[in-house]
């Protein structure tokens, strides 16, 4: 797994948290954007936006963590999440599993230079790296039931793959 960074973020210069995306949101990068969003809501904050102008693709994994912040955001109260400066490849991906409609339409809260100077580093172990797979896909579910289907295998695998290592380390 790559430890260059690719998530990068903004916490202080406007009222909401701004995290840029560089290359490809993947499976490798869900754990730190997860993470750092989780722990930023914890201490109370509410708006976030997710700019992929620098983002050439996503995978589900990517996908699904942006679903499962929205939301958590949701369910929180008041929280919002935008998805800005999306490349026709990323809307269409959002929009075919249904996450495009858990995102904010409504005007951005303030004004951004674009500057994210915080990167953000996180290294999952195996364990963690499952759960936030499983935990993306779920979102992606919960989003459209039309995507159990799609996701149905990777799933079944990670509970399988949870269960093995269960088994292993109670047998040591």
């Known amino acids: 797994m790559s430890l260059h960074p690719?998530?990068?973020a903004d916490t202080?210069?406007?009222p909401a948290v701004w995290i840029r995306v560089a290359g490809r949101g993947s499976f490798q990068s869900s754990p730190a954007l997860k993470d750092?969003?989780?722990?930023?809501?914890?201490e109370g904050r509410r708006q976030f936006v997710v700019d992929l102008k620098d983002c050439s693709a996503m995978d589900s994994t990517f996908m699904g963590t942006l679903a499962s912040l929205a939301i958590r955001l949701r369910d929180l109260g008041g929280g919002e999440l935008?998805?800005?400066?999306?490349n026709e490849r990323n809307t269409e991906l959002l929009a075919g599993l249904g996450i495009d409609t858990l995102f904010s339409d409504t005007p951005l809260p303030g004004?951004?230079?674009?500057?994210?100077?915080?990167?953000?580093?996180?290294?999952?172990?195996?364990?963690?790296?499952?759960?936030?797979?499983?935990?993306?896909?779920?979102?992606?579910?919960?989003v459209d039931s039309r995507n159990e289907d799609k996701f149905k295998d990777v799933i079944e695998h990670l509970?399988?793959?949870?269960?093995?290592d269960a088994?292993?380390?109670a047998a040591q």
């Open 36 to 42: 750092f969003a989780r722990r930023l809501m914890d």
């Open 111 to 142: 004004t951004h230079s674009g500057e994210c100077p915080e990167a953000v580093h996180h290294a999952a172990d195996k364990a963690g790296m499952r759960e936030a797979v499983h935990e993306a896909h779920a979102a992606c579910v919960a």
């Open 12 to 14: 202080e210069s406007c």
């Open 167 to 169: 088994a292993k380390a």
């Open 159 to 164: 509970k399988a793959s949870a269960a093995r």
């Open 6 to 8: 690719t998530i990068f």
């Open 82 to 86: 935008w998805v800005v400066n999306r």
